[in-house]
């Protein structure tokens, strides 16, 4: 954060605030962008109003608190404490069958928050990224606890009845427009073509090597998962491409200081994504649990150590 942002961030704390949750949202596709994150925010209005006011509020009370928690300046500059109760609060929102989901919602928003911070302020010693870890864990404890427990009514549609595994028997081609588009919305957890589209939009508006690349790793999860085998009812879902998007951009942009032509070792991440995918599926399926994001944090550390052990080119 320059002296300009921090003067700001004191002169006008609340409306910096609201600044730095949209760059949460963004953040979730691992970009640090106001206007990435408003158009995202209006993608996901257009499936549910209500949704996309809990993802924003959900960034806004992750950036606040982080802010009273003493959480580092520069890092809450862009975002970085916003997008974990982003995707926390939309996830319980659709798991938890209540009429108060929201309240669900702002209160596993608030855990993922203070899971993050902890988990950050250790990491960033080791120079490892969290990613999504507060997210995906604190969901499947909520999907343990409605689902086992049954301490709160869970909502059928986000029960995991059926497997993803591989059947070396593709069906025919899917749909690549449908796949490709459906896939940018998932990441946010929606099934919604109009949503997939201005996510898509936000991409590009990022910077013209995130849209691109993002689309790249979806060809490569559509094709991957269909040689390997996997029905087209399931890829058609694009439930293997938004890890292969979020693997690809964290291996081939974020977290890759060089400026290369063609993002080889972010290809060969999408196509590991959609392997992994499919194993942690068949791990935690027994538990009636989502792979969620998880095979995205899984191969992100893998390509990063390796990266840094043995390619320093």
């Not at 209006?42 to 959900?58: C, D, E, Q, T």
């Not at 942009?253 to 992994?276: C, N, Q, W, Y």
Request: no cysteine; glycine share 8%.
């Amino acid at each position: 954060m320059n002296i300009e942002e921090r003067n700001s961030l004191y002169a006008n704390k609340y409306f910096s605030f609201i600044l730095y949750a949209f760059k949460g949202v963004s953040q979730v596709l691992l970009i640090d962008s106001v206007i990435t994150g408003i158009l995202i925010i209006v993608g996901i209005m257009l499936y549910s109003p209500l949704l996309g006011l809990i993802a924003f509020v959900s960034s806004l009370l992750g950036t606040m608190l982080s802010y009273y928690l003493k959480g580092d300046m520069n890092d809450l500059s862009i975002g970085l404490f916003g997008f974990n109760p982003t995707l926390t609060g939309m996830a319980t929102m659709f798991l938890v069958n209540s009429p108060y989901s929201w309240t669900f919602a702002l209160i596993t928003a608030t855990a993922s928050s203070i899971f993050f911070l902890i988990l950050h302020r250790s990491f960033k010693k080791k120079n490892i990224p969290v990613l999504t870890v507060p997210f995906v864990l604190i969901t499947w404890f909520m999907q343990l606890a409605g689902v086992h427990l049954g301490i709160f009514p869970v909502n059928p549609e986000f029960i995991v009845e059926t497997r993803t595994f591989f059947t070396f028997s593709p069906d025919a081609l899917p749909n690549f427009g449908l796949v490709l588009v459906k896939g940018f919305s998932e990441v946010f957890l929606i099934d919604s073509l109009w949503t997939g589209l201005l996510i898509l939009v936000a991409l590009f508006f990022a910077g013209w090597k995130y849209g691109v690349y993002a689309i790249m790793g979806t060809i490569v999860a559509i094709l991957t998962a269909y040689f390997f085998g996997v029905n087209t009812e399931k890829i058609e879902l694009g439930l293997f491409n938004f890890n292969a998007i979020l693997a690809i951009i964290s291996v081939g942009l974020t977290f890759d200081h060089k400026e290369r032509r063609f993002p080889i070792t972010g290809i060969i991440a999408a196509m590991a994504s959609v392997i992994v995918t499919a194993g942690i599926n068949l791990l935690i399926f027994p538990l009636g649990l989502s792979a969620l994001t998880f095979p995205f944090i899984v191969t992100t550390w893998i390509f990063l150590w390796l990266r840094n052990s043995f390619l320093k080119d």
